[in-house]
């Protein structure tokens, strides 16, 4: 097979999803949608995040030094695109119905609908030219009871809460059929909140 140079970028390349949860100074919960997130080793698991340009979900996390990391599933993908798509610094963007809980361990807001959430406390953070690397020591993953399910197997078990990945600004199911362009599951929010 011959090989081509193709322009920068992580395309074909599949990432999965997480909504960031920090609650805001009054004390409500705001959510925001990431792909930069992985993981390190430091004597133990921990979680590297990546945040471009100024955002709500930075200024909480600065200002809080803790956040969770909530999966996205297909079941919520259309709340996770709508987090993705519209500005905290805008007054409404929480103005949805949206259940949530606290943390087990962290005051963080955990999305219930999302069936995995780290809890995560920022270690050490690297300011970059337009944006920050944050690295944070998981506090806690709290996971819905299915998911600890032994009897069934691991691939039974994803299948279940079916995570979805994107690449090329575009959606993906577990099992690899496209779900829609960024921007696009949304507009099932839009329309719900308009009934
Ligand atoms: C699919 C998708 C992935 C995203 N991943 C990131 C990311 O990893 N880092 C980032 O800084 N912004 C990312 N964003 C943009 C934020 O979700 C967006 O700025 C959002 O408004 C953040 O929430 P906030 O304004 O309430 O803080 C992503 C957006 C989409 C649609």
Redo the contacts with the bound molecule.
């Keep these: 097979m011959s090989k081509v140079s193709v322009s920068i970028s992580n395309d074909f390349c599949p990432q999965t ?1 997480f909504l960031y949860g920090t609650y805001k100074e009054d004390g409500t919960p ?8 992985s993981y390190i080793w430091d004597s133990e698991l921990g979680v590297m ?5 100024e ?4 200024d909480r996390i600065h200002a809080t030094g803790v956040f969770s990391a909530n999966l996205v599933t297909e079941a919520i993908l259309s709340l996770a ?1 709508y ?7 805008g007054a409404d ?1 929480m103005d949805i119905p949206v259940e949530t809980r606290k943390g087990a361990v962290l005051d963080v807001p955990i999305l219930d609908a999302s069936p995995l959430a780290f809890e995560l406390e920022v270690a050490q953070s690297i300011p970059l030219h337009d ?1 920050e690397v944050f690295l944070c020591k998981i506090r806690n993953v709290l996971a819905n009871e299915e998911l600890a399910d032994d009897t069934k197997t691991i691939e039974e078990r994803l299948q279940v809460i079916a995570p979805v990945r ?1 690449t090329c ?1 575009t ?1 993906f199911s577990w099992d690899g059929k496209a779900m829609g362009k ?2 696009e599951p949304m507009r099932k929010v839009r329309s719900l909140d308009n009934e």
């Design positions: 999803l705001n959510f925001g949608l990431f792909c930069w997130f995040a990546c945040i471009g340009g955002k709500l979900t930075k695109d987090f993705g798509n519209t500005d905290g610094y963007k944006g994107t600004r959606y960024w921007g």
